[in-house]
């Protein structure tokens, strides 16, 4: 599954209003009898095989409860999932991309799921913590992991050897020296021929803002309320970037996230920060190349991760409530976790699945930094608008020389502020 989908705006909801308490099926209470809940995802990957194999696996497990799963692209999921919910015909259960849940959340669609943590369904204490905080929206839990990542540091090997470099850096120093040593030549426009890296800034997964994080900065504090991104060390750690990215040019600008994949799959790039869906095409690619976690910087070593949330329609109460959770807990126990990772290549939800369970050795490495992975702007109702419109156009600005990273990021702050204020 392709994790950089553009997912279609959600101006709909501010119309939703009062219809969104029809949201969802109804409610089935009659216990003796078989229990269906509609299930809605986008899963049409190469995860497909792996979630339609765990669900119908479900099925036979539990005779008395039936999930019923209509896979769709994910474009065509968030153009029908509001008109159904609005219309009372909507999902009991829906999988969306975790940073589109808070908005469902806020109009009263989906329901808190805390019951499946609190009856012991589902052991919180074994889940990785980011899985978990990605699911959160005003403090109670309307999302429990589908999936789960966090974004690492690929690099070429074979361009690390030909620059003499042993190893993955494992500090922002290190780091700086091997991008500069990796950035050669000059290619059309007189650009590099080679970049030391590329990251997407746009309609991708985000990456600078683990380059804040590392300088001690960000972009929307843990409480969800505090702006960051101006902080003193939002723009030290920007101006450190901007400068090598305009000076010494070891990053091009302004690339999408399907541009940066080029870049590395045709060997143009040593370093790329990004999740596990890369790895099939590097291999199509033949690039030989490894993995090892984000740089420390010089606060913290930290990276994002990325999570698909079930959730569950308001209206599915009683058995169908109840029958949801028994498949949500399914879906994290250990074993389905362990064939879900061995099948699509995806780290488990869980921290208790070490590397002798896990078949390929690039999931392994992705499961070991998993822990150290946190959700970008959890629980953040204009999440989108605050992406699109105000993070990423501020950061490419910086980065295309059209602003100083100081007065950019205090403009920009200031609108997440306007934003924050007004949710």
């Known amino acids: 599954m392709d994790l950089r989908r553009k ?43 792996g979630v339609e194999h765990l669900v119908s696996e479900f099925n036979t497990a ?34 969306m991309s975790a ?22 369904l589902i052991d919180k204490s074994k889940i990785v913590p980011g899985a978990v905080q990605a699911g959160l929206y005003a403090g109670k839990q309307y999302g429990l992991p589908a999936n789960f990542t966090p974004l690492l540091l690929y690099y070429n090997k074979k361009l690390f050897k030909q620059a003499g470099i042993a190893a993955p850096p494992a500090t922002w120093d290190e780091w700086i020296a091997d991008l500069k040593k990796l950035t050669k030549g000059k290619g059309p426009g007189g650009k590099p021929a080679q970049y030391g890296l590329t990251m997407g800034t746009h309609e991708t997964v985000e990456g600078i803002p683990i ?38 040019h070891v990053m091009p600008v302004g690339t999408s996230g399907a541009d940066a994949d080029k870049l590395m799959q045709a060997g143009d790039a040593a370093m790329e920060i990004n999740g596990p869906w890369l790895t099939s095409s590097l291999d199509s690619s033949k690039i030989d190349y490894g993995l090892a976690m ?86 953040q109702i204009k999440f989108a608008q605050m992406q699109n419109e105000v993070i990423d156009p501020s950061f490419e600005k910086i980065l295309n020389g059209k602003g100083d990273p100081a007065s950019v990021l205090k403009q920009s702050a200031g609108q997440l502020r306007s934003l924050l ?3």
């Open 421 to 423: 204020s007004g949710s």
């Open 294 to 379: 984000v740089p420390a910087g010089p606060a913290a070593q930290t990276t994002l991760d990325d999570s698909v949330q079930f959730s569950l329609g308001s209206r599915a109460t009683g058995a169908k409530k109840k029958a949801a959770e028994e498949f949500f807990s399914y879906w994290n126990s250990r074993d389905s976790q362990i064939y879900f990772a061995n099948t699509t290549g995806f780290p488990p939800t869980r921290t208790d699945i070490g590397a002798t369970d896990l078949k390929n050795p690039n999931v392994a490495v992705f499961s070991q930094f998993s822990p150290k992975a946190v959700p970008f702007l959890p629980g």
């Open 7 to 49: 997912l279609v705006a959600l101006a709909a909801l501010a119309a939703l209003g009062a219809a969104s308490a029809c949201g969802g099926s109804g409610s089935s209470d009659k216990t003796d009898e078989t229990v269906t809940l509609s299930f809605w995802n986008g899963f049409t990957g190469g995860d497909r095989p």
């Open 211 to 248: 380059l804040l994080a590392g300088q001690g900065g960000g972009v929307i504090a843990a409480d969800g309320k505090t702006v960051t991104l101006d902080s003193p060390q939002s723009i030290q750690a920007m101006t450190t970037w901007t400068d090598l990215i305009r000076n010494d």
């Open 62 to 95: 539990h005779p008395k409860i039936h999930v019923n799963m209509q896979i769709m692209p994910w474009d065509v999921f968030y153009q029908k999932l509001l008109p159904a919910y609005g219309a009372g015909k909507g999902p009991d259960m829906t999988a």
């Open 99 to 120: 940073n589109q849940v808070a908005q469902y959340a806020s109009k009263r669609v989906f329901q808190p799921l805390d019951d499946a943590f609190s009856a012991g």
